[in-house]
């Protein structure tokens, strides 16, 4: 069993900052990575970032490669998104999320936070 707890969301006008927390605990062994999804009312949960467990590579969507930076502290099984030169398109529920079978695809990823909201106003 993983727990995910997100933290950090608010809002904010664009152009602005905001810094996204995920803590994990419980049985990680068998994940290889941490990632971070998002969803506005009505779409499909997209993928945004993430990391590897081991060798903290980092891989972003093409869409907040340059303005969004994942990391992870493995010693405090946390992980971090920094959002900077937000948009109003970044506006949605914000999902940590912890996998075996990284990528792009919301079923590579077996454990889910319960979001927190991000809204970036014009």
Do not use: H
Not at 55 to 68: C, L, M, N, Q
């Amino acid at each position: 069993q993983v727990q995910l707890v997100e933290s950090g969301g608010g809002s904010v006008q664009a152009g602005g900052s905001l810094k996204l927390s995920c803590a994990a605990s419980g049985y990680l062994s068998e994940t290889n990575c941490m990632g971070w999804f998002r969803q506005a009312p009505g779409t499909e949960r997209d993928w945004v970032a993430s990391v590897l467990m081991r060798s903290r590579d980092t891989y972003y969507a093409p869409s907040v490669k340059g303005r969004f930076t994942i990391s992870r502290d493995n010693a405090k099984n946390t992980m971090s998104l920094q959002m900077n030169s937000l948009k109003p398109e970044d506006t949605a529920m914000y999902y940590c999320a912890a996998g075996t079978a990284c990528g792009r695809l919301t079923g590579g990823y077996n454990y889910w936070g319960q979001g927190t909201q991000v809204t970036v106003s014009a």
